[in-house]
């Protein structure tokens, strides 16, 4: 079957990494200076040779099979800026990465369109948008570990890793971070991680290495969708601690994988254990693990993918 040409936008870089390990060659539009979502093959990440850099101002001269969106704005406006008439009614996807803000059920999502496949990378995004008329695909995440790289947890302390959390507040947890970090000993990376007290950001390749030497991983979001870095953490061993919220409920097994609850103190409880017991945290690493392993393989998400844009292809 041939290769598809997918034009894209580069929204969530460690997302697109994953996305372009699917069979296809993706076209990621790019701006002088590398604004964010204009990015195009750019950064620290290792780019496969199917991933080409296209300026804007080029795009209405390229052939494409399939237009991939990725945010409201580039649904809205830039199709109508910088894709031609024709482009414009080829097959169209949009990927929503995100959990409704507005409203957590009542929110109609931008899209709303019979001719347009609607994605949501996990059930629960599903269930709370107002998907309107537009069909619905769910696929869900995968993720790639370096093969070498296994979790170790000689640091009797936790790991949080969220970008920006100080300025994205409740929603991502930040109280709830700061509460915890006064009873357990806890880290945390991202961008604008020293802005919170953190070690500051770490590159998406060295992360699972870095993350390893931790005894735990802490997700204190409340409500979002499910984090890449959590199913990282999984994939290499590592237990997860986190609020037993939106997809989280379905991924975490307690007592198996990790820990969940709605309680904070039940969780710095678990946490402590986990600093106290390294058995504990181990056997908890296996099983999110396996876990990971059966649930978010790439070979799964990138043939989810295949069958995703050959269908509105089709």
């Known amino acids: ?25 993706f076209y990621v539009l790019s701006k002088p200076d590398r604004p964010p979502g204009y990015g195009g093959k750019c950064g620290h990440i290792p780019w496969g040779d199917n991933v080409i850099d296209l300026p804007v101002s080029s795009a209405k001269d390229a052939q494409f099979d399939c237009i991939l969106f990725q945010d409201d704005d580039q649904y809205l406006n830039d199709q109508f800026l910088y894709l031609s008439e024709a482009q414009r009614r080829l097959p169209k996807i949009y990927l929503e990465h995100d959990t409704p803000r507005e409203h957590p059920t009542d929110m109609p999502h931008p899209v709303d369109d019979p001719a347009m496949l609607l994605v949501h990378v996990t059930h629960f995004n599903a269930l709370m ?10 696929v869900e995440h995968g993720v790639m570990v370096p093969r070498d790289v296994r979790y170790e947890g000689g640091t009797a302390r936790g790991l949080v890793v969220i970008n920006n959390i100080a300025t994205r507040g409740r929603r991502l947890g930040f109280d709830v971070f700061e509460r915890a ?52 953490a999984m994939m290499i ?22 820990f969940i609850d709605t309680s904070e103190a039940t969780l710095n409880e678990r946490m402590l254990s986990l600093v106290e017991d390294p058995a504990l945290a181990r056997r908890l690493g296996e099983g999110a693990r396996r876990a990971a392993r059966e649930r978010f393989g790439m ?15 089709n």
């Open 1 to 25: 079957m041939r290769r598809l040409k997918i034009l894209t936008w580069h929204t969530h870089g460690s997302y697109l990494y994953y996305l372009t390990q699917a069979p296809h060659d």
């Open 129 to 138: 948008w107002n998907n309107g008329r537009t069909p619905v695909r769910v």
């Open 181 to 232: 970090r006064k009873a357990v000993p806890l880290d945390l990376v991202g961008m604008g991680a020293a802005d919170a007290g953190g070690l500051g950001e770490i590159e998406h390749a060295r992360l699972p290495a870095f993350m390893a030497k931790y005894r735990f991983f802490y997700n204190p979001i409340r409500y979002t969708s499910l984090g890449l870095a959590v199913i990282e």
């Open 237 to 258: 061993g590592m237990p997860v601690v986190g609020l037993a919220t939106t997809e989280m409920a379905t991924v975490i097994d307690n007592g198996v994988s990790g």
């Open 299 to 313: 070979e799964r998400f990138a043939a989810d993918w295949d069958a995703t844009f050959r269908f509105v292809t």
